[in-house]
């Protein structure tokens, strides 16, 4: 039996768009997309965990393991923990519902880390990206990374900041981070009980709660994919972004 289980948190009730699982993208729900990403890895099994009967019922209509995480949970990462409650696995994958695109070699990039690298707590993936106008969207995560690919900082804003702007800095590419966690369960249950700390209020990024307190974050190093959605706007992004990148020609 695998050792390594993958849980898609999947929240019917969001905020911005409510739904947008289940939104059709190109003749599938959007959670769809990610669960086949995930399914194709053979890592082990991928169970969906929401809080909504709905989420259960589309889940097995194209053959998908859901289960009913509390309401109470607070963010994705609480109901990944939750949904590995009793399970044996002891690397679990948190991929996000709302990333269509995310790559079955992001995945597999994330979980062979965590597998290799013992002084590893948690996995997580970015890209290198030029210096371009993207570098200043706080919506994109920029991350900051050591030569080992220790990550020793996320942030909204542009980081690292460029002083001189010489034409050999200008040429050095910034860290996007891509959503996407695998923990030892030893480090999902220790970060789940942290408080929230001081960087991750003002950031309001989780992964910053794991630094404060002195856990290691890797970063696998990935090609970039398409849009995660969040909005009415995304979507009609991401359907653009599949005929042109995805659909069979």
């Given at each position: 039996?695998?050792?390594?289980?993958?849980?898609?948190?999947?929240?019917?009730?969001?905020?911005?768009?409510?739904?947008?699982?289940?939104?059709?993208?190109?003749?599938?729900?959007?959670?769809?997309?990610?669960?086949?990403?995930?399914?194709?890895?053979?890592?082990?099994?991928?169970?969906?965990?929401?809080?909504?009967?709905?989420?259960?019922?589309?889940?097995?209509?194209f053959g998908a393991t859901a289960i009913l995480t509390s309401d109470a949970c607070k963010s994705g990462t609480?109901?990944?923990?939750?949904?590995?409650?009793?399970?044996?696995?002891?690397?679990?994958?948190?991929?996000?519902?709302?990333?269509?695109?995310?790559?079955?070699?992001?995945?597999?990039?994330?979980?062979?880390?965590?597998?290799?690298?013992?002084?590893?707590?948690?996995?997580?993936?970015?890209?290198?990206?030029?210096?371009?106008?993207?570098?200043?969207?706080?919506?994109?995560?920029?991350?900051v990374l050591a030569k080992n690919g220790r990550a020793l900082y996320f942030s909204r804003s542009r980081v690292?900041?460029?002083?001189?702007?010489?034409?050999?800095?200008?040429?050095?590419?910034?860290?996007?981070?891509?959503?996407?966690?695998?923990?030892?369960?030893?480090?999902?249950?220790?970060?789940?009980?942290?408080?929230?700390?001081?960087?991750?209020?003002?950031?309001?990024?989780?992964?910053?709660?794991?630094?404060?307190?002195?856990?290691?974050?890797?970063?696998?190093?990935?090609?970039?994919?398409?849009?995660?959605?969040?909005?009415?706007?995304?979507?009609?992004?991401?359907?653009?972004?599949?005929?042109?990148?995805?659909?069979?020609?």
């Amino acid at each position: 039996m695998s050792n390594l289980l993958i849980v898609i948190p999947a929240r019917y009730g969001s905020s911005r768009l409510p739904g947008k699982i289940l939104k059709p993208l190109c003749g599938k729900p959007v959670i769809q997309h990610v669960y086949e990403a995930c399914k194709n890895t053979g890592l082990g099994d991928v169970l969906i965990a929401t809080e909504a009967p709905l989420v259960v019922e589309a889940a097995a209509k194209f053959g998908a393991t859901a289960i009913l995480t509390s309401d109470a949970c607070k963010s994705g990462t609480d109901r990944v923990f939750e949904a590995a409650q009793n399970r044996p696995e002891q690397l679990i994958i948190n991929v996000q519902g709302d990333e269509p695109f995310i790559k079955t070699e992001t995945v597999l990039a994330v979980a062979q880390l965590l597998q290799q690298d013992p002084t590893c707590d948690i996995a997580t993936a970015a890209f290198a990206r030029p210096d371009d106008e993207q570098v200043d969207d706080p919506n994109i995560v920029k991350a900051v990374l050591a030569k080992n690919g220790r990550a020793l900082y996320f942030s909204r804003s542009r980081v690292p900041y460029k002083r001189e702007k010489t034409e050999e800095n200008l040429r050095v590419p910034y860290w996007h981070h891509c959503g996407i966690y695998g923990y030892r369960r030893a480090a999902l249950e220790r970060f789940v009980h942290l408080p929230e700390s001081p960087l991750e209020k003002l950031e309001r990024l989780e992964q910053l709660r794991a630094l404060e307190d002195g856990m290691v974050i890797k970063c696998a190093e990935i090609s970039p994919s398409g849009p995660a959605i969040d909005t009415a706007a995304d979507l009609a992004a991401a359907e653009a972004y599949y005929l042109k990148h995805c659909a069979p020609r």
